[in-house]
T-cell receptor, first 113, second 112 residues
């Protein structure tokens, strides 16, 4: 158990819908990262927050947004969902910035039908 | 732009057959190198952080080493439960709006 909690574990939704994925980081960790992993693909970095502020951004679609709340949990919002958005979405957290090791949650498997 | 290349893409070993996985990187001013293990459908599991050339870290049958251009993950007498994809990653060189760069991984299969 990494200490990073993601909910829900599985999500099935229709095209055009909007979903919210939730992440609780390890106790004491200030950074939260979101990654997308499509079937048999590598990890695609989406976004990082550090202590509530956006710190780094990858190729995150405009339909996707995220935020980190004062209690340091984070949410990833995916809207106008398309079939191609079906993937595993991972959250990770680290105590400091990107030069500190990150610990990953077990992911949310999103299926868009 | 930072680059991380892992080889081989896939490796099939007999149980007990030791081998090494390679991670070569191109980054100016290495600030560390991470190794992770990922099982299918699961989140990556942190294994090691290496910070400087010559550093070595061990955990059970795994030993990670670092040179100025590459890192190796040595697997000694592997067991079937070591089957997984092994990922290496490097953090960005400096601050600013940059990301950790992950390699595409080596998929290891250990056959009984």
């Amino acid at each position: 158990d990494s200490g990073v909690t993601q909910t829900p574990k599985h999500l099935i939704t229709a095209t055009g819908q909007r979903v919210t994925l939730r992440c609780s980081p390890r106790s004491g960790d200030l950074s939260v990262y979101w990654y997308q992993q499509s079937l048999d693909q590598g990890l695609q970095f989406l976004i990082q927050y550090y202590n509530g502020e956006e710190r780094a951004k990858g190729n995150i679609l405009e339909r996707f947004s995220a935020q980190q709340f004062p209690d340091l949990h984070s949410e990833l919002n995916l809207s106008s969902l398309e079939l191609g958005d079906s993937a595993l979405y991972f959250c990770a957290s680290s105590v400091g910035g990107q030069d500190t090791e990150a610990f990953f949650g077990q992911g949310t498997r999103l299926t868009v039908v | 732009e930072d680059q991380v290349t892992q080889s081989p893409e896939a490796l099939r070993l007999q149980e007990g057959e030791s081998s090494s996985l390679n991670c070569s990187y191109t980054v100016s001013g290495l600030r560390g190198l991470f190794w992770y293990r990922q099982d299918p459908g699961k989140g990556p599991e942190f294994l090691f952080t290496l910070y400087s050339a010559g550093e070595e870290k061990e955990k059970e049958r795994l030993k990670a080493t670092l040179t100025k251009k590459e890192s190796f993950l040595h697997i000694t007498a592997p067991k079937p439960e070591d089957s997984a994809t092994y990922l290496c990653a490097v953090p960005p060189n400096s601050g600013g709006y940059q990301k950790v760069t992950f390699g595409t991984g080596t998929k290891l299969q250990v056959i009984p």
